[in-house]
């Protein structure tokens, strides 16, 4: 199996192997070493990797100490907990996430991220499943259907993988794939708002996603890990569409939404009423897996994620998420006054900024050697993605300011 998917993985370009086969944050990584070494007196600004960067509020961080204190008396010790969590969170979940959507607490699974869960996600459905994904997308989707043995061989002319169905999402369908050329597949990634482009789905695009999964017999794993940096209308989960429960699995976390990203805690929603074509129910499937591969997540982080979701906690998250947002402000401002196309940014932590008839692992590259920015070259996230940088608005203030400085700097005409 190693070997093959070392074969899949293969392109023919350094860059193709290094993201195929390490992965697109072992890249950048990568570049960054090599950066530092070359220059290590400079002040690299880190806008690549979408890792948070400001304190978890003090309410949040209480509970989470006041629950790893108790595990020292003879009350609060606990061993194991629960595989799917602690019903008292999946209840939180499911009340204060999914408000007037009638989700149940045991239709929720806490885990310990949305990536892992995908790759549990992935085991569930088997190597036989045929995917498909929106180009551009988050890598993971694609690198788990490598390692399970969905894709096909990797076609260096193309880019893609030859057994995964691309759904183009672009600004000339609005980000948004053209179903009356899709595919029937199995299953559906879809990302909103989306990473890279930070498109939030309109209602009406997912009604339309809903019903082609309904008229194909298609499972949309549907990622909301960004939904609590929407600003307008759009919905903040499937859900919120009739009939998605038939049809839907959503998967979310906290690492984004309350920079968790090292306390690593995240849920999937499974529907009672998603079944296969037989019949059977899928929670069931979903939950051996599971109780097969996982120990449930840290109670500490458990601890952590019921402060989250207290009046007082959530409100705290709210002025974090804001201090987020007012950066990508920031760095909109400063790519619109050199008169670039900006897109993303609105409802959610990322800009997607167009660079027209360029290979953005070379304006990735420029960008690094002469401004000292990590960013992430658009290619990175599918062929769909080439001509285009994916900017983190996650920073602190003032190396998001001194980050435009030079940017303006750079490209000033």
């Not at 304006?363 to 900017?391: C, D, S």
Request: aromatic share 10%.
């Amino acid at each position: 199996m190693a070997e093959k998917i070392l074969k899949w993985s293969l392109g023919g370009k350094k860059e193709n192997k290094w993201r195929e086969i390490n992965g697109l944050d072992l890249f950048i990584s990568e570049h960054e070493v090599e950066h530092i070494k070359k220059h290590p007196r400079a002040k690299l600004i880190r806008l690549g990797i979408g890792d948070t960067t400001e304190p978890i509020p003090d309410i949040i961080t209480t509970a989470m100490v006041g629950r790893a204190r108790a595990l020292s008396t003879i009350r609060g010790y606990k061993g194991y907990g629960a595989e799917q969590g602690s019903m008292e969170l999946r209840m939180a979940i499911a009340e204060t996430i999914y408000r007037d959507m009638d989700i149940k607490g045991y239709e929720v699974f806490v885990s310990d991220g949305a990536q892992c869960d995908i790759s549990r996600l992935q085991m569930l459905f088997g190597s036989n499943a045929t995917i498909a994904v929106q180009d551009p997308s988050f890598p993971a989707y694609i690198d788990t259907g490598v390692i399970i043995g969905q894709a096909g061989r990797f076609k260096e002319e193309t880019g893609k993988y030859s057994q995964i169905a691309y759904m183009a999402c672009q600004p000339e369908n609005n980000f948004f794939p053209d179903l009356s050329i899709t595919g029937k597949t199995d299953i559906i990634f879809f990302c909103s708002p989306n990473n890279p482009t930070g498109h939030a789905a309109t209602r009406q695009q997912l009604e339309k996603l809903v019903e082609f999964a309904k008229e194909n017999g298609s499972i949309i794993v549907y990622d909301s890990a960004y939904a609590a940096y929407i600003t307008d209308a759009s919905p903040r989960s499937i859900y919120e569409i009739p009939g998605s429960k038939e049809v839907a699995i959503e998967i979310s976390s906290f690492s984004k939404f309350a920079g968790f990203t090292g306390v690593r805690l995240g849920w999937t929603v499974v529907p009672e009423e998603l079944r296969y074509s037989n019949g059977f129910p899928v929670i069931k499937d979903f939950n051996r897996v599971v109780c097969t591969c996982f120990n449930g997540a840290s109670i500490i982080a458990q601890a952590g994620g019921l402060a989250c979701l207290s009046v007082d906690g959530y409100q705290a998250l709210r002025n974090v998420i804001k201090y987020y947002m007012d950066n990508a402000g920031i760095l909109i401002e400063a790519f619109e006054s050199l008169g670039m196309k900006v897109y993303g940014g609105k409802n959610a932590p990322y800009i997607w900024v167009h660079f027209p008839g360029s290979n953005s692992w070379n304006v990735f590259a420029e960008i690094l050697e002469k401004t000292h920015i990590l960013t992430v070259p658009g290619k990175g996230f599918g062929p769909g993605g080439e001509e285009y940088i994916r900017v983190s608005a996650f920073g602190k203030r003032e190396s998001i300011v001194e980050a435009s400085r030079r940017l303006k700097k750079l490209y000033k005409r």
